[in-house]
């Protein structure tokens, strides 16, 4: 059974700090994936990490980066916590970028105040 | 790059009638295409799939098909429970392996 961690539940942050989501997974899966989920716009795909210290932009990158130095473990950080980063922040992992399943962490709930 | 459009973005249904969720995508590379069901305060979790070697799938009370000449796939949830309610995302993995994301359905069964 696939456990896929993230760090925290809820973060509250204030502006202009820099926050750090942490995601752990235990199933040696290659590939990891940030997510921002936001009302009426779905998930939207930040970076993915296909192997260790190898990133890739998704379709919203501006604002954040990524590390990942360790294969179970893949942060996003926001180097300046904006207003507009308040969001639901999903971590997913997948096997491989065919046919399988993307196993998701139970999301960060994140309010920049 | 991949753009997928779901609709209706709310559905409300009797309990026992059927729900019905539509989706567009745009690359035609595109051959894998999930769907994901997320209740209220949890993980999206896979519900069924189908990949463009087949034109319908069907798992107990919930049906996928694929029209790949239009570009469009959906999903059918037959014979609706109170448990049905929940938010559902359609998606297409593009040709760079990415998930591409619809937007989201929000499907409320009543009793």
């Known amino acids: 059974d696939v456990k896929v961690t993230q760090s925290s539940r809820y973060l509250v942050k204030r502006t202009g700090e820099k926050v750090f989501l942490e995601c752990v997974q235990d199933?040696?899966?290659?590939?990891m994936f940030w997510y921002r989920q936001d009302p009426g716009l779905g998930l939207r795909l930040i970076y993915f990490?296909?192997?260790?210290?190898?990133?890739e932009k998704g379709d919203i990158p501006e604002g954040y980066s990524v590390s990942r130095e360790k294969k179970e473990r893949f942060s996003l950080i926001l180097e300046s916590a904006s207003t507009n980063q308040t969001s639901m922040y999903l971590c997913a992992t997948e096997r491989d970028l065919m046919n399988t399943e993307a196993f998701f962490g139970q999301g960060t709930r994140l309010t920049v105040v | 790059g991949e753009n997928v459009e779901q609709h209706p973005s709310t559905l409300s249904v009797q309990e026992g009638d059927s729900a019905v969720i539509k989706c567009t995508y745009s690359d035609s590379a595109s051959n894998y295409f999930p769907w994901y069901k997320q209740e209220l305060g949890k993980r999206p979790q896979l519900i069924i799939d189908?990949?463009?070697?087949?034109g319908e799938k069907k798992d107990q009370r919930i049906a996928v098909t694929l029209n790949k000449t239009a570009k469009h796939f959906s999903l059918h949830i037959t014979e609706t429970q109170p448990e049905d309610s929940a938010v559902y995302f359609c998606?297409?993995?593009?040709?760079?392996?990415?998930?591409?994301f619809g937007a989201g359905t929000q499907v409320v069964v009543t009793p």
């Open positions: 998606a297409a993995r593009d040709s760079w392996g990415k998930l591409q």
């Open positions: 990490s296909y192997d260790v210290k190898m990133k």
């Open positions: 199933m040696d899966h290659e590939n």
């Open positions: 189908i990949r463009s070697n087949v």
